[in-house]
């Protein structure tokens, strides 16, 4: 069976700059959209990607289908007519089906083959058809020429060669639904033990090329931590030299292996990471590049910043909801431990978070490193507190609905000024509203 989600064109064409925005309640797509249209009449064209996990459908019990209806409403009522995509995130061959039909964009995902050894005939093949992998290539940007022992080589096609082949088997199953070009293809290779060197991603994406997945955007693996909904832990300055030489090494692909030629970075669990915003923004401006960013849960928690500066009922729910997190820390935590850092010491009891007024769980709660009461600590531990949100199901939503106006004010604040107008504007982060 064909499902074909059109848009108007033969050949769906991520364009240059594309932020991808979780909405995980199904009731934040007008306000997200409004960051965007804010960021078009400045001049800068970002289209909005919505995406949703099979694991968050899953947890919140929401189906595929909704976050089509959802982000189409948003576009038909503010009257948006660029591009827009419903993005089936981090879906794996188990899970793709459910998704056939509503998304025109896909995360692969291959994390579970990475690092299983690829036979080592397939090894030799790969390396006797690509004897240019071996030969230096200067690259703008890379103070030395690319370079690439045979064994190195070797090394990294018997380490992600099985995954790319998964991830060819994903991308044809959807093909096969769907139809040739009909949908936007990101390949994610972020989830391994180490980041990926410049030359090892030239291998990857040579091997994509042999399996014939035209992916128009790829995730590999940075240095340093991007933790859930709080900002990057490591070197900005290392962060920086593997962003701009992953650049021009896709550049050089994009010419020797004839890949879709808007292939671009894709980095995930990249809200709040303000540090490395500065960079991102360079390396775009001097390569004249594009870039995929993916949010994490950044907006589920301005809903309960909006919900905390409602007062009244809806503070008394968002207090509730760090109870509950708390009591059910460890549960929680567990799944998301390579992600988030919490330390225990800085979580406040619940029993004094009931004490909070308004303002006190919004500076707690509100990602503004230069405010003293802004704990990372309690920001993580509700990020992955969702899951409490989706228990309390008509009562948070219905809630959700009472205080639109104030929660929609932080969701497009939070989106355009703390994330498009540095990432792609070029200027500083606004971190207090």
């Given at each position: 069976?064909?499902?074909?989600?059109?848009q108007?064109?033969?050949?769906?064409?991520?364009?240059?700059?594309?932020?991808?925005?979780?909405?995980r309640?199904?009731?934040?797509?007008?306000?997200?959209?409004?960051?965007?249209?804010?960021?078009?009449?400045?001049?800068?064209?970002?289209?909005p990607v919505?995406?949703?996990?099979?694991?968050?459908?899953?947890?919140?019990?929401?189906?595929p289908g909704?976050?089509?209806?959802a982000a189409g409403?948003?576009?038909?009522?503010?009257?948006?007519?660029?591009q827009?995509?419903?993005?089936?995130?981090?879906?794996?061959?188990q899970?793709?089906?459910?998704?056939?039909?509503?998304?025109?964009?896909?995360?692969?995902?291959?994390?579970?083959?990475?690092?299983?050894?690829?036979?080592?005939?397939?090894?030799?093949?790969?390396?006797?058809?690509?004897?240019?992998?071996?030969?230096?290539?200067?690259?703008?940007?890379?103070a030395?020429?690319?370079r690439?022992?045979?064994?190195?080589?070797?090394?990294?096609a018997?380490?992600?060669?099985?995954?790319?082949?998964?991830?060819?088997?994903?991308?044809?199953?959807?093909?096969?639904a769907?139809?040739?070009g009909?949908?936007?293809?990101?390949?994610?290779?972020d989830?391994?033990?180490?980041?990926?060197?410049?030359s090892?991603?030239?291998?990857?994406?040579?091997?994509?090329?042999?399996?014939?997945?035209p992916?128009?955007?790829?995730a590999?693996?940075f240095?340093?931590r991007?933790?859930?909904?709080v900002?990057?832990?490591?070197?900005?300055?290392?962060?920086?030299a593997?962003?701009?030489?992953?650049?021009?090494v896709?550049?050089?692909?994009?010419?020797?292996?004839?890949l879709?030629d808007?292939l671009?970075?894709?980095?995930h669990?990249?809200s709040?990471?303000?540090?490395?915003?500065?960079?991102?923004?360079?390396?775009?401006?001097?390569?004249?590049?594009?870039?995929?960013?993916?949010?994490?849960?950044?907006?589920?928690?301005?809903?309960?910043?909006?919900?905390?500066?409602?007062?009244?009922?809806?503070?008394?729910?968002?207090?509730?909801?760090?109870?509950?997190?708390?009591?059910?820390?460890?549960?929680?935590?567990?799944?998301?431990?390579?992600?988030?850092?919490?330390?225990?010491?800085?979580l406040?009891?619940?029993?004094?978070?009931?004490?909070?007024?308004?303002?006190?769980?919004?500076?707690?709660?509100?990602?503004?490193?230069?405010?003293?009461?802004f704990?990372?600590?309690?920001?993580?531990l509700?990020?992955?507190?969702?899951?409490?949100?989706?228990?309390l199901?008509?009562?948070?939503?219905?809630?959700?609905?009472?205080?639109?106006e104030?929660?929609?004010?932080?969701v497009?604040?939070?989106?355009?000024?703390?994330?498009?107008?540095?990432i792609?504007?070029?200027?500083?982060?606004?971190?207090?509203?």
């Open positions: 069976m064909r499902v074909p989600v059109q108007g064109r033969e050949m769906l064409h991520l364009a240059k700059y594309s932020f991808g925005v979780g909405d309640f199904a009731r934040q797509a007008r306000a997200q959209l409004r960051a965007c249209m804010m960021a078009a009449k400045d001049g800068t064209d970002v289209v919505w995406n949703k996990s099979n694991r968050e459908h899953v947890i919140v019990g929401s189906k909704q976050v089509r209806e409403a948003a576009v038909r009522e503010l009257g948006w007519s660029g827009f995509y419903v993005d089936a995130d981090h879906i794996t061959l899970t793709v089906d459910g998704f056939l039909e509503s998304s025109d964009y896909y995360t692969l995902d291959v994390a579970s083959v990475i690092g299983q050894p690829a036979p080592g005939a397939e090894v030799d093949a790969f390396l006797s058809h690509h004897p240019e992998i071996l030969l230096p290539v200067d690259l703008p940007g890379l030395v020429p690319l690439i022992s045979r064994a190195a080589a070797g090394q990294t018997a380490k992600y060669l099985l995954a790319v082949k998964e991830a060819g088997r994903i991308h044809r199953r959807i093909e096969t769907k139809g040739k009909w949908f936007i293809t990101e390949v994610s290779m989830e391994t033990d180490a980041p990926q060197t410049p090892e991603l030239l291998v990857i994406l040579a091997a994509l090329a042999d399996e014939g997945v992916l128009q955007t790829i590999p693996k240095s340093g991007f933790n859930k909904g900002d990057y832990v490591g070197d900005p300055a290392r962060f920086e593997e962003f701009r030489s992953d650049v021009a896709i550049a050089h692909a994009v010419r020797t292996y004839r879709p808007n671009k970075l894709s980095v669990s990249g709040d990471k303000f540090s490395l915003y500065p960079a991102v923004h360079r390396a775009l401006t001097d390569f004249n590049a594009g870039v995929h960013v993916k949010t994490a849960g950044t907006t589920w928690l301005e809903e309960l910043i909006g919900l905390s500066e409602a007062d009244g009922e809806a503070l008394e729910l968002a207090k509730e909801i760090y109870a509950r997190a708390f009591a059910h820390r460890e549960e929680l935590c567990a799944p998301y431990a390579s992600v988030i850092d919490i330390d225990p010491s800085r406040p009891p619940p029993e004094q978070v009931r004490m909070w007024s308004a303002g006190q769980y919004a500076a707690a709660l509100r990602h503004d490193p230069g405010c003293p009461h704990n990372p600590s309690l920001r993580q509700l990020h992955v507190g969702y899951k409490i949100a989706a228990t199901g008509n009562r948070y939503l219905s809630m959700l609905d009472s205080c639109e104030t929660i929609a004010r932080n497009t604040t939070n989106l355009y000024e703390r994330h498009l107008k540095p792609f504007g070029g200027s500083a982060a606004v971190t207090r509203d």
